[in-house]
């Protein structure tokens, strides 16, 4: 039994399958060979001296790549430290647009430009653009009490996945045989995959929580669940980030912790509302969690995207907080059930166009500011993005920028829809 489990565990991690994925939706190499021109290794780019301790240094990184891995390297070069996917979109077009005039920049062609497409989408329910349009749509426009006990929840799954991936620091799928389209992630490790965990334990919840509220057909919903996690579980696969062990331990890890987690939701979000010191807990916490995070043998985005999550979602449940303490969440006359009214799709427009311009605002402008004050007082260039790989400019950066979002997503925003006349029925939404 413990053979077949073993060589069934070895199938389900070898890259060869991630390859053949790729290849079957228009994946394919850009290198008919090794170019010899491209050293093997760069001392300049893997080896950074850096007598700071605040910095992770790149000394104990593998000297073994292959020729496609430092030619996808020497491309990355270049990209933003704030790039997200709709980023690697717009470079893969311009390539597209340009790849008879010049050398290849990176190591695949896009032969199926739906395919890209499509994976790239579900992939990107997983990212940054998840949460910045989630939570404004769900808090401005749906349910805000769904959406505080979402964000616990989110909190919770990401933090013990990222972290579970960078104790294990096991690798993603080599390459070759693997093609890696989003380079972004590349310098992460791969078991399990937080994309997984996101996508099985975030939809489901929702349902979940959305039922216990409202009157709809339970089954429905864990189709609609389903098909959202089979298609954010293939895009990763796609994209080479993963194998196929890594999405199935992903995906069972996050039915764990939901089973674990789901049934003190409801006590944690009675405590944030009913006692005035939660924000100041909530930012203190916060803080704490990232100063555990464990230490990262090898710069990568795993803390960063983790100080994002986790300030996200305790400025808006700090938000809720002062919401409630101010008199403006009133519990509703009946308990649920509730009927689903559809909402005035007008308001909801208007809403959504105004709330994410304040949103954009209030990330360029904090995100400035912290940056700017940060890198001042440690005497480093504000300009130069190495700045950002340092753990006390990266911490403050991140986490202050997402806490202001989550905070005006929940607080600023609902105040001023109120103020302007606009706002949505809160009569039993949030309590």
């Known amino acids: 039994m413990w053979n077949y489990l073993r060589s069934y565990i070895i199938w389900l991690h070898a ?37 700071n301790n605040n910095v992770v240094i790149d000394d104990n990184m593998d000297k073994n790549f292959s020729d496609n891995e430092i030619h996808h390297r020497r491309s990355k070069e270049t990209s933003s430290y704030d790039s997200n996917v709709l980023d690697e979109c717009i470079e893969e077009i311009h390539h597209s647009q340009h790849q008879e005039d010049k050398l290849p920049e990176i190591d695949y ?103 216990q509220r409202y009157d709809f057909h339970l089954w429905a919903g864990l189709v609609l669940a389903g098909i959202v996690c089979v298609w954010v579980c293939l895009s990763r696969i796609y994209l080479g980030m993963h194998t196929f062990l890594d999405i199935v331990a992903g995906t069972l890890y996050a039915l764990l912790l939901v089973y674990i987690m789901f049934p003190y939701v409801d006590s944690i979000d009675d405590f944030q509302l009913t006692h005035s010191f939660s924000p100041i807990l909530n930012f203190c916490l916060g803080i704490l969690l990232i100063k555990c995070y464990p230490s990262l043998k090898q710069w990568s985005t795993a803390r960063s995207d983790t100080t994002v999550i986790l300030g996200s979602a305790f400025g808006l449940c700090s938000a809720t907080t002062a919401m409630h303490q101010i008199g403006l969440l009133q ?32 990330r360029q402008i904090v995100k400035t500011v912290v940056l700017r004050v940060t890198c001042a007082i440690y005497g480093l260039d504000w300009k130069n993005p190495e700045s950002k790989r340092y753990a006390k400019v990266e911490m403050p950066y991140y ?33």
């Open 15 to 51: 890259p060869e399958h991630v390859a053949r994925f790729q290849q079957y939706f228009g994946v394919v190499s850009n290198i008919t060979q090794p170019p010899d021109i491209i050293p093997k290794h760069d001392e300049n780019n893997l080896n950074r001296n850096n007598n």
């Open 109 to 211: 062609k896009i032969t199926s430009w739906f395919w890209y497409y499509f994976f790239q989408f579900g992939a990107a329910l997983g990212n940054e653009i998840f949460y910045i349009l989630f939570y404004p749509t769900w808090v401005w426009n749906v349910d805000g009490a769904v959406a505080r006990k979402i964000s616990v929840l989110w909190a919770f799954f990401m933090y013990i996945g990222q972290a579970t991936k960078d104790i294990l620091a096991i690798p993603r799928p080599a390459s070759p045989p693997v093609l890696k389209l989003e380079k972004r992630y590349v310098e992460e490790y791969g078991f399990p995959s937080t994309h997984a965990m996101f996508a099985a334990g975030i939809p489901l919840s929702l349902v979940l929580l959305s039922y």
């Open 331 to 362: 519990r509703p006359l009946t308990p649920p059930l509730y009927s689903i009214i559809a909402p005035n799709l007008g308001l909801c427009i208007i809403r959504t166009i105004l709330g994410m311009l304040f949103i954009y605002a209030t």
């Open 399 to 431: 986490y202050l920028t997402y806490f202001a979002i989550g905070f005006n997503i929940s607080f600023t925003c609902p105040l001023i829809f109120r103020a302007l006349g606009i706002n949505r029925d809160y009569s039993y939404t949030e309590l």
